[in-house]
Each structure stands twice: as C-alpha cells, then as structure tokens.
C-alpha cells in the first residue's frame, strides 16, 4: 500500500538559512498534518490542512509557513533557521472518517549548524 | 482541554514474555479514537492500534491487544509473545472524532520505552 511520502530525508542547513520540506499524503487523503519532535520528546503540532486549507494551527514559530498545493501535497517553508530548529519533522496524512487515522511518513531530519 | 498520561518511562522484558503498557487520559468528549504509535530507534512512526470510543470491544492486532475502560478513562496496551523488534518508543495518543470540527491533532503522551531482552 502507498505511504505518505517526506523528501528530502536528511537537510544540513546553516544558522538564518532557508528550508523547504515537503510531503505528498496517501493517495485520498484529504488532511495533511505536521509535527516536530526533539530528541526524547513526544511529537510537538505544527499545523495541519483539510482540503487544501488550514484547519488548525499549533506551536508553529512565525518564521515558518505552510500550504497545501491541489495536488494535496504540502509543504513547511521554514527560514531565519535556529539551532533550535533542529528537530524530526514528521507530515501524517488521513482521510477524516474513513477510517480517520493519522499515518506517519518518514520524518525529514533537520540539523541546523 | 485533553491530557494523555504515560507513567512508565522505561519498561522491559524478556523475549516471549507479555507486557502491558499504561496510558490514561483525560477528556470531556464522549466520542474520540485512541492510539497507539510505535518509533523504533529508526525514529519511523508506526501505528500499532487504534480504538473508537463507542465501541465497547476491545481492538486486536495480532500479537497487540488494548484493555479500554471507557469510565475509567484508562487505555492500557498488551503486547504478547514480545520480540526484539518490538524494542521501541511507544506513544499513547488521542484525537476528537471527524464531527469536531477543527482542533483534531493527535495529543500525545510523553512515551513509554520499553525494551525487549533476549
């Protein structure tokens, strides 16, 4: 079965760099999530978007951004980059009520110098 | 607003044995999902289990099984004939139903880590 799809896998970037992660959901999934983890920690919400448009937004830090394309791939524009950014980005991707799971893509590493 | 509660930080066990891991969670909502996601030191996010909160059976997947007490709000995870692939990170997770609205992202609990000896 198709899983939800995160490129680039691994990103090196410098401090106040930009980066763009991307993530393309199961086919027919209309909802995108995103997440950040820290080491040891449990996932953080970023943002999440339902037909293309954003339905809920959590700890997302100004300098990032996010869109849903029509194709329903998304992306996380983050820029001015901080150590503190480095971090597992996970997108998770479920079609609400059928059978409204959230599965996981690979997560994109982060690694800000 | 909803909490979810992991109490065992670190838990093991021997390979073939059975394990039981806690997670409570609090909530208002009487219709909801629970979960459990698995992360192997690949850091990959795996869902083990899912439960809907008016379902009064108890959901199996194999060898992982769920004991939910509904009033107790108490959603407990049985993992039998353990293997060392299942040395991981495993989360408890809650999330509103699709007629919530907005607001449906997954409130986690801070993990269990259990480890699978041989």
């Known amino acids: 079965a198709a899983g939800v799809i995160q490129s680039p896998r691994h990103l090196i970037k410098e401090k106040r760099e930009t980066a763009t992660l991307k993530c393309y959901p199961i086919p027919r999934h209309d909802t995108v999530y995103w997440y950040q983890q820290g080491p040891g920690q449990d996932p953080q919400f970023l943002i999440s978007f339902y037909e293309k448009m954003q339905s809920d937004k959590g700890s997302i830090p100004d300098r990032f951004s996010a869109q849903q394309f029509s194709d329903y791939h998304s992306e996380l524009n983050m820029s001015s980059l901080e150590l503190g950014d480095s971090a597992l980005y996970f997108c998770?991707?479920?079609?609400?009520?059928?059978?409204?799971?959230?599965?996981f893509g690979p997560g994109t590493r982060l690694t800000v110098l | 607003a909803q909490t979810v509660t992991q109490s065992q930080p670190e838990m093991s066990v021997q390979e073939a044995e059975t394990v039981t891991l806690s997670c409570t969670y609090d909530?208002?909502?009487?219709?909801?999902?629970l979960f459990w996601y698995k992360q192997p030191p690949s850091r990959q996010m795996i869902l083990v289990i899912r439960?809907?909160?008016?379902k009064q059976q108890n959901a199996t997947e194999n060898r992982f099984s769920v004991n939910f007490q509904k009033a107790a709000k108490s959603f407990s995870l049985k993992i039998s004939d353990s293997q060392l692939g299942d040395t991981a990170m495993y989360f408890c997770a809650f999330m509103k139903p699709f007629n919530a609205g907005n607001n449906r992202k997954l409130i986690w609990g801070l993990g269990t880590s259990l480890a699978v000896n041989p």
């Open positions: 909530t208002s909502e009487s219709n909801y999902y």
């Open positions: 998770a991707s479920s079609r609400q009520g059928f059978p409204d799971t959230q599965y």
């Open positions: 439960q809907e909160a008016y």
